[in-house]
């Protein structure tokens, strides 16, 4: 049910800040800007934590017994690669707004 209500839920952050609603508003638009589109959504959040988190994921793991600088370059990598991931999520966003006003 955690997923499922991420995935919903996935659009608040934005319609708070960009859309400038209040919270309860934010949280209705993100149920209805995702709903029918959970798959669509969840599938590309999906891709891009594999393919921008994964490979921090796939370090920490197989360096984990490397010591303090290894665990200061996974987390420098990490820091540098966030505004990448939070621009990504954004334009995840944008791509089903876009949409959704395109049907209306």
């Known amino acids: 049910p955690g997923i499922y209500l991420a995935i919903r839920l996935f659009a ?3 319609e708070t800040m960009l859309e400038r609603r209040a919270a309860s508003d934010a949280l209705q638009a993100s149920w209805d800007l995702t709903a029918g589109r959970w798959w ?17 994921i796939f370090l ?7 010591g303090p600088l290894v665990d200061f370059l996974v987390s420098i990598i990490g820091i540098a690669i966030t505004p990448i ?6 334009l995840v966003y944008r791509g089903i707004k876009g ?4 049907t209306s």
């Open 12 to 14: 608040v952050q934005y």
């Open 40 to 56: 669509e959504v969840f599938s590309r959040n999906f891709i891009l934590v594999l393919v921008l988190i994964g490979p921090i």
């Open 99 to 102: 949409k959704e006003l395109a």
């Open 85 to 90: 991931v939070m621009l990504a999520f954004l």
């Open 60 to 66: 920490s793991l197989v360096l984990q017994e490397g």
